[in-house]
């Protein structure tokens, strides 16, 4: 979620106007952003530090993989299932094909694509 600013981000979560895009979950916090847009006379500037980038797709991805179950290449057939009430609704995490997204978006299930991160070996 992107906000004006610091007290605006704390009035909507004040105010439960925002939820979790996964659980539909109220109870959020704030969390700092590794982004930043800077404006110089019209002209937007965006600085991103790559180590916290990666420290945040780090944190996604330890989260998804502890509370989503893995479908592996059947996460199409799984989330249409899950869509048709065929199967019981939970967090699922897979893999699918450009044509299965395009016909997932047609039914209207939802999904999001979260990039991979491999493990860094020190």
Same mark, same amino acid.
């Given at each position: 979620? @992107?906000?004006? !600013?610091?007290?605006?981000?704390?009035?909507? =979560?004040?105010?439960?106007?925002?939820?979790?895009?996964?659980? !539909?979950?109220?109870? =959020? &916090?704030? &969390?700092?952003?590794?982004?930043? =847009? #800077?404006?110089?006379?019209?002209? #937007?500037?965006?600085?991103? !530090?790559?180590?916290?980038?990666?420290? &945040?797709?780090? @944190?996604?991805? !330890?989260?998804?993989? #502890?509370?989503?179950?893995?479908?592996?290449?059947?996460?199409?057939? /799984? &989330?249409?299932?899950?869509?048709?009430?065929?199967?019981?609704?939970?967090? %699922?995490?897979?893999?699918?094909?450009? /044509?299965?997204?395009? %016909? @997932?978006?047609?039914?209207?299930?939802?999904?999001? #694509?979260?990039?991979?991160?491999?493990?860094?070996?020190?």
């Amino acid at each position: 979620m @992107l906000v004006k !600013d610091s007290a605006s981000c704390e009035e909507q =979560i004040a105010s439960r106007t925002v939820s979790c895009p996964v659980c !539909d979950d109220h109870q =959020i &916090a704030k &969390a700092f952003s590794p982004f930043m =847009i #800077k404006s110089d006379g019209g002209k #937007k500037e965006e600085e991103v !530090d790559s180590q916290y980038v990666r420290q &945040a797709l780090q @944190l996604i991805t !330890d989260y998804i993989d #502890k509370h989503f179950e893995d479908v592996g290449a059947d996460f199409y057939k /799984e &989330a249409l299932k899950i869509h048709s009430g065929e199967a019981e609704k939970r967090n %699922i995490k897979g893999t699918a094909t450009t /044509e299965e997204e395009v %016909i @997932l978006k047609e039914e209207g299930v939802a999904f999001f #694509k979260v990039p991979i991160i491999k493990k860094m070996l020190n």
